[in-house]
């Protein structure tokens, strides 16, 4: 499902260098996404609204229930996601493209039902807050949810410049929305949230409606069916987000490094800061994700599997595999340079950078060992990507299952061994099984066409 990846492609073939900036600069900011998008959205948010009608104590509150409504919605459907994809695709490698649609609208249902009796059942636990801000809270979960099963369709849709139109469109109706409800302080900050990403929600959900239009049921469940789902793709994505958040429920709830917020929350504002601003950095990484791995080795993939099926020669299907290894590494190397390179950069211009937002240079030696972590986690991500290309999902899942278990194992020990460790925990949780991935690939790229031939059904 490598469509925009494919069109950015295009791009690039023009031969300038204008077109490069161009074609990596669509990538960087498709492939990272809402999520990226959000946090520089919260940031303004954050920087109109202080000291206008909103308090910090209540701004803090607003940021720290948006930072658990991030990872409760990823956490939540990030399992559901794998699964979706992967039945998306086969359906469209059966040509059975109206099938789509309500297949994703009974998935739909689902996160909606799920999210809704999650998010209205926390309710009671913040006694604070009013019962509108507590509703809107609830509300945005359900937004949130919905908005991550829309967003895996976006590296399989080709209209990238809508995708992207459509995602600075909604961001910025957020600090809009912001800026102009900020007087009723909670309930003003959490509406303009609401509103903004019920909108992504929609304004994606019509794009996918335009894209597969369908025939027959409006809602499906197919997706479920045990002989069409992969449920193993749904625990790897399930593991690989508590792995995402894992350090951070870490800090957040030791009382040597966090303090209460508001109900259940919690937050740690020495660990926070550095690695949301280390977030920040992966775009270049996540640009050349999108078009080395999701475009030249997914060319290559389907030649491989074309030629499989087309009865090709031994020799000529071992050239085209040798050529698929060649298009990761080259991948994996260009993703490691650019993100090497950006990394370097910001450890030389990092306390300029803070300084410009204003905040404390005591963070930035927690912001460098970030900044390293984030690096090493877009690597992560491209090898899992390869490994769900070669369907190789019990790999993926012991990764996302070593990934999740070491960042929580070295995240308490960094909290133990005192402030000058922290970070190296998350360092350290996505550098084992990014190596371990790696030494994996290998043997699975050099066991691929036993696999392809004699393992199968």
Same mark, same amino acid.
């Given at each position: 499902m490598a469509g925009i990846g494919f069109e950015i492609k295009k791009i690039l073939k023009k031969n300038s260098l204008l077109s490069v900036f161009e074609a990596y600069g669509y990538a960087g900011l498709i492939g990272s996404g809402p999520w990226v998008?959000?946090?520089?959205?919260?940031?303004?948010?954050?920087?109109?609204?202080?000291?206008?009608?909103?308090?910090?104590?209540?701004l803090i509150q607003f940021l720290v229930s948006v930072t658990y409504l991030m990872a409760g919605s990823l956490i939540l459907t990030g399992g559901l996601q794998l699964m979706l994809t992967r039945f998306v695709s086969d359906l469209l490698f059966l040509k059975a493209d109206k099938e789509v649609l309500p297949n994703v609208l009974g998935a739909v249902t689902i996160v909606t039902l799920v999210s809704g009796v999650?998010?209205?059942?926390?309710?009671?636990?913040?006694?604070?807050?009013?019962?509108?801000?507590?509703?809107?809270?609830?509300?945005?979960?359900?937004?949130?949810?919905?908005?991550?099963m829309m967003v895996i369709f976006l590296s399989g849709l080709k209209e990238y410049k809508l995708v992207l139109a459509v995602m600075l469109a909604g961001y910025t109706l957020l600090v809009i929305l912001s800026a102009l409800l900020n007087g009723f302080q909670l309930e003003g900050l959490i509406t303009a949230f609401f509103f903004c990403h019920a909108f992504l929600f929609f304004a994606f959900l019509a794009i996918v409606i335009r894209k597969y239009p369908a025939s027959g049921n409006l809602v499906s469940f197919r997706f479920l069916d045990k002989e069409k789902a992969f449920y193993s793709l749904f625990l790897c994505g399930t593991l690989y $987000?508590?792995?995402?958040?894992?350090?951070?429920?870490v800090f957040w709830f030791s009382q040597a490094t966090s303090e209460h917020v508001v109900g259940l929350f919690r937050a740690s504002l020495i660990y926070d800061i550095p690695i949301f601003l280390a977030y920040l950095s992966i775009i270049p990484g996540m640009a050349v994700f999108l078009v080395r791995i999701e475009t030249d080795f997914a060319e290559q993939h389907s030649k491989y599997y074309q030629a499989v099926l087309g009865n090709a020669t031994?020799?000529?299907?071992?050239?085209?595999?040798?050529?698929?290894?060649?298009?990761?590494?080259?991948?994996?190397?260009?993703?490691?340079?650019?993100?090497?390179?950006?990394?370097?950069?910001?450890?030389?211009?990092?306390?300029?950078?803070?300084?410009?937002?204003?905040?404390?240079?005591?963070?930035?030696?927690?912001? $460098?060992?970030?900044?390293?972590?984030?690096?090493?986690?877009?690597?992560?991500?491209?090898?899992?990507?390869?490994?769900?290309y070669l369907d190789k999902r019990w790999v993926a899942n012991a990764l996302t299952g070593l990934f999740f278990v070491v960042n929580l194992f070295f995240s308490m020990l960094s909290i133990k061994l005192g402030p000058a460790f922290y970070g190296y925990g998350f360092v350290l949780g996505v550098s084992v099984p990014t190596i371990v991935g790696l030494l994996w690939l290998n043997k699975v790229f050099n066991d691929l066409e036993y696999d392809t031939y004699m393992l199968q059904k």
């Open positions: 998008l959000s946090i520089l959205a919260m940031v303004v948010v954050g920087l109109i609204s202080i000291g206008v009608m909103v308090s910090q104590q209540m999650l998010g209205f059942a926390t309710i009671p636990l913040f006694p604070e807050n009013t019962l509108f801000y507590n509703l809107l809270l609830a509300g945005s979960f359900v937004a949130l949810c919905n908005l991550w $987000n508590l792995g995402v958040w894992s350090d951070k429920f031994l020799s000529e299907i071992l050239a085209i595999k040798n050529e698929m290894i060649a298009a990761v590494r080259r991948g994996i190397y260009e993703i490691f340079k650019i993100q090497g390179i950006t990394v370097i950069a910001l450890l030389i211009w990092g306390g300029v950078l803070l300084e410009m937002l204003g905040i404390d240079l005591e963070y930035r030696a927690l912001l $460098n060992v970030d900044l390293v972590g984030v690096a090493v986690q877009v690597i992560f991500l491209s090898i899992l990507n390869v490994l769900f």
